[in-house]
């Protein structure tokens, strides 16, 4: 029954991600008939309520006609389970002060071995944990419900000599596992973002940090797991990245609300990398960086619903650091929300690195005052100098559809600087429309070898693409992923 139960909910995932208008009836995932734990009750909170859907703009104001995403179904009913491990019963206080990590670990650890168990941090609490890994393997259907609040302790001052600074919460070597809940993740980062090495940020983006240690915990990780649900939680003020995947398979993250300061330094609001079959559904993200970036070795990534910004936008890189090979492919984001960020959707590179970035697509983007709306830049530097090197990843396959809206005048919209030595091939531009915020019209997109196509007239014009392919068209196969 447990392998039937993992096979059934691999099949949830992947036809939620391809088929995502398709009937959630088609794919729901079948639970085990619970069996009783040492500390039981009911789960008594109320279906958990989305953020807002993303709005999709109407044809009258320059945005997409397309319907707006249906909101997915829980592929984890409400559990009739009374198979409830409530931290209080093994000694949180919740007041914000108390430490309660023991408590959490010793209630981890029981509804571990126990089938389809709720781990639950009730309404009303706050409760304070220090850097801590909950371990798989558990038994399957295993959730953490947080209907009151989780917080590490307050700034680097406050933690823990000995507790890893470079992360909080991390959940390793788990499968068919869920977080979920009507509460919040605190991440008390405004400590951390004032650090001296940290960039104090001005109006105009520039920052100015000192030497020194930057250690900063990541405030929620994924380690080496499978069939994850992420839903409806308020995530907010991480020291570093929000939620990170790294090395999972079968991710679906929905109606989350991620929030820091928009000057906060680093803090993505999804990263993932080395993870496969991922669906993030209507959510809501603004912070200081990315809204979700994607890393190497990700790929079959869903994207839509999404409000973002203030931020940095959705970003693909950077790829290739330290002649690394990256391999990124079947990439979606669709129906979005970009609103006040410094970037729109982006690929970015070092120089240097190889392996492909193929099979992205771009669709029903609504931008908003946004810098660089639509960018490819395989001269990604982030030191004040790079040095040129003769290799880079390989982009092929780049479709932007029905990308309209408004753009911040300090840059060009469109802007593809690709690589002197390895072209970006394949580019496709429809009904693409960008309009100043204020000011002039800046007709003058930038391109560098870069090769494709304008299904339609695009405002401004993008008449800088090469038409066909480059000459070394062949050899641009060696660098792809197998």
């Known amino acids: 029954m447990e392998m039937k139960a993992r096979v059934l909910f691999a099949i949830w995932v992947a036809m939620a991600i391809s088929l995502h208008n398709a009937s959630i009836s088609q794919g729901r995932h079948t639970f085990h008939k619970p069996r009783k734990g040492k500390h039981t009750g009911t789960v008594t909170s109320s279906p958990v309520s989305p953020p807002p859907a993303s709005p999709v703009p109407s044809p009258e104001s320059g945005g997409s006609s397309s319907p707006a995403p249906s909101v997915r179904s829980d592929p984890y009913p409400s559990p009739d389970s009374d198979c409830v491990f409530d931290v209080r019963s093994y000694g949180a206080v919740g007041d914000g002060e108390t430490d309660d990590t023991a408590a959490f670990r010793a209630a981890w650890k029981e509804a571990c071995a126990v089938e389809s168990a709720t781990v639950l941090a009730p309404s009303g609490y706050s409760f304070m944990i220090t850097s801590s890994i909950f371990y798989g393997p558990c038994k399957p259907g295993l959730v953490l419900q947080v209907d009151g ?33 009507e509460g919040t993740i605190e991440g008390n980062g405004d400590k951390w973002w004032d650090l001296p090495c940290k960039p104090h940020r001005g109006t105009d983006g520039i920052g100015s940090g000192s030497s020194g240690s930057c250690e900063s915990p990541a405030l929620i990780r994924f380690f080496m797991s499978s069939n994850l649900v992420v839903s409806g939680l308020r995530i907010q003020n991480s020291p570093q990245v929000h939620m990170k995947f790294d090395g999972c398979q079968g991710v679906l993250i929905e109606k989350l609300s991620i929030s820091s300061p ?3 330094p680093n803090t993505d609001g999804i990263h993932i990398e080395n993870t496969k079959d991922v669906g993030i559904y209507n959510s809501m993200i603004s912070n200081g960086d990315d809204c979700i970036s994607i890393g190497s070795g990700c ?3 869903d994207i839509e619903g999404l409000t973002c910004g203030p931020s940095h936008g959705i970003s693909i890189g950077s790829l290739g650091v330290h002649n690394s090979k990256a391999c990124v492919y079947n990439i979606t984001a669709r129906n979005l929300v970009i609103r006040e960020s410094d970037n729109g959707v982006r690929i970015k590179t070092w120089q240097g690195g190889s392996g492909s970035v193929s099979n992205i697509h771009f669709e029903n983007i609504q931008m908003e005052n946004v810098r660089n709306c639509m960018m490819i830049d395989q001269y990604y530097c982030n030191a004040k100098s790079c040095s040129n090197q003769t290799s880079a990843v390989y982009i092929n396959d780049i479709s932007f559809r029905n990308i309209k809206g408004t753009y911040d005048v300090r840059n060009a919209p469109v802007r593809f600087a690709c690589s002197d030595a390895v072209a970006c091939t394949n580019i496709t531009l429809s009904e693409v429309e960008l309009l100043p915020h204020e000011g002039e019209l800046l007709d003058d997109p930038f391109c560098w070898n870069a090769y494709g196509v304008e299904e339609t007239v695009t405002i401004p ?4 693409l090469n038409d066909g392919e480059p000459q070394n068209v062949g050899e641009l196969g060696n660098y792809a992923c197998s």
């Open 461 to 464: 014009p993008v008449d800088c």
């Open 149 to 181: 609040c989780l917080m590490p302790p307050d700034g680097p001052d406050s933690w823990p000599d000995g507790d890893s600074k470079q992360q909080w919460l991390v959940f390793y070597r788990l499968t068919d596992m869920k977080i979920t809940g």
């Open 299 to 301: 790929s079959n990534v």
């Open 262 to 264: 928009k000057l906060s």
